[in-house]
């Protein structure tokens, strides 16, 4: 019988500030997220506009900080995981979970996030939620960083641009791992670290608008630096912590294939891989690849860094390297006249041969194995789907069910394919959460109609809504799923 190997990690993955809500409960100080804007993109065209959804000025946050309006923005108050945490854990468990991927609000624990003592009614908010997953044999895979610095890391401090802020996160970092060190065994540095590129602000605290636009892409990679070297302390603090601890980092697996076999496109394709790759290969590999250091001098930047920094990198690189993937899409070396598409709001070529969603994203489960093929032999080290699902609009019949078989094709279809990159091609593959097993806001656009999960949550983009869950039709799929450990859809393999 066609099986996962024993001990595969099923789940599920959150994150905070797209979840969490009670932004202005218990301690916590306000986060980047909390200053983000609900936007309703009507068209492709406004889908494209990565920069457009994802920029905030000094002037967005005044706007913002002077309301505690939660309909336009709705990151405040999520799906209200603060006050449901038991009801959605039950959930969760209730499909046989092995592990709940989730994030910890830096701002819940140092509000501002450069205080020396932490707020310790934010401590305890974790202890119980950790509790409530061990309680059902669920293992935490907590991200230490998911789009949500502390906002006036943003606003005092310039962001990662600003040196201090390591020496923060390494604070925060050494305080959360001694406190879950009996109940966390697997982390996460920062969440798809290589986004600082496409969401400066969510991801860097980055203000744009505060430095010279010619000189904006060097304090990119500048804050960049400081990331890599807080991941690898990160990772040196948690191992003394947590001598068994796990810790890995995390990057967008973005999947491109050249759009033609012309030599233009597949040289095009492989920079593009290289401009992707470049974030992992310093975490796994402890030093910056030779590539990257090329494009820097060749563009003349001076990217501050000291020998203690080199030194630091490279001897603490993480034990493991998990992605999101959601789609592939294509490059070419002249992209004029062909169709544009989105996928993890990164504009590309939009492939001939594969469908698409309702946001534009290209449905490719063979790309997922391609990756982990990709992955496996790059690192040979474990590797973690920690991200992966299909955005759709879900309908509540009038019966109350939601009949998601879309969902359920797309998750089956890549689960498939992870099988035979662990079978077939000898991939070294930890576990599986899918994005958003409960119904959440989505990043870019702030929506709640862009819906992933098992569980649907009663609330609407405005708010508006009783908060009730509700088991979708793949509920109890993915629980067969897992309690037959992948056999249920491997019959035919």
């Known amino acids: 019988m066609n099986q996962f190997p024993e001990g595969f990690l099923w789940g599920g993955a959150t994150a905070a500030n797209q979840f969490e809500g009670g932004w202005k409960e218990g301690g916590k100080g306000p986060s980047v997220s909390d200053v983000a804007k609900f936007t309703d993109p009507k068209s492709m065209k406004e889908l494209l506009d990565v920069h457009g959804l994802t920029d905030i000025t000094d002037e967005d946050i005044k706007e913002a900080m002077a309301t505690d309006d939660e309909v336009y923005y709705p990151k405040r108050h999520g799906i209200d995981f603060y006050h449901h945490y038991k009801e959605d854990i039950k959930l969760l468990a209730g499909m046989g979970f092995k592990v709940y991927r989730m994030s910890i609000a830096w701002s819940r624990i140092f ?120 991941s690898a302390l990160a990772v040196k603090i948690t191992h003394e912590n947590i001598p068994d601890a796990k810790v890995g980092c995390m990057l967008t697996k973005l999947t491109y294939y050249p759009y033609s076999c012309k030599p233009e496109d597949v040289l095009e394709e492989r920079e593009r891989m290289r401009s992707i790759y470049c974030y992992s290969d310093t975490q796994v590999f402890g030093e910056y690849p030779k590539y990257l250091l090329t494009k820097y001098r060749n563009k003349g930047w001076h990217i501050k860094m000291t020998d203690e920094d080199l030194k630091i990198m490279k001897a603490y690189p993480v ?23 989105t996928g993890n709001t990164v504009t590309a070529i939009k492939n001939p041969y594969i469908p698409s969603s309702d946001w534009g994203w290209q449905i490719d489960p063979i790309g997922l194995r391609i990756s ?78 862009k819906r992933y999960g098992f569980i649907y949550v009663d609330v609407d983009d405005y708010g508006h809504g009783t908060y009730k869950r509700s088991k979708k039709k793949s509920y109890n799929w993915y629980k067969e799923v897992i309690e037959t450990n992948g056999a249920s859809i491997l019959k035919d393999e």
Request: with cysteine.
């Open 111 to 230: 509000p501002r996030g450069d205080e020396q003592e932490p707020n310790e009614e934010g401590l305890k908010f974790y202890d119980a939620v950790f509790d409530e997953c061990l309680k059902y044999n669920m293992q935490p895979l907590v991200t230490m960083s998911h789009y949500e610095p502390p906002l006036a890391i943003a606003t005092e401090y310039n962001g990662w641009y600003n040196r201090k802020v390591i020496d923060f996160f390494v604070h925060y970092v050494d305080v959360i791992t001694k406190r879950y060190a009996s109940k966390v065994k697997y982390w996460l540095t920062f969440n798809e670290v290589d986004s600082i590129i496409r969401h400066p602000f969510m991801t860097g605290g980055l203000i744009e608008s505060r430095f010279k636009k010619e000189e904006f892409e060097e304090v990119e990679y500048q804050a960049m630096h400081h990331q890599f070297v807080a």
């Open 319 to 341: 034990d493991f390297i998990s992605f999101s993937y959601y789609s592939s899409s294509c490059v070419a070396h002249d992209n004029n006249g062909l169709e544009m598409t």
């Open 372 to 449: 982990l093929i990709d992955l496996a032999d790059r690192y040979r080290k474990p590797l973690f789907v920690v991200e992966n699902g299909l955005g759709a609009k879900d309908v509540v019949e009038a019966d109350g069910t939601i009949n998601d078989d879309y969902r359920i094709d797309y998750l089956q279809s890549h689960i498939i394919q992870m099988w035979h990159a662990i079978h077939d091609d000898g991939v070294d593959l930890m576990g599986y959460t899918t994005w958003a097993p409960i119904d959440l806001i989505s990043n870019s656009t702030n929506q709640m109609s």
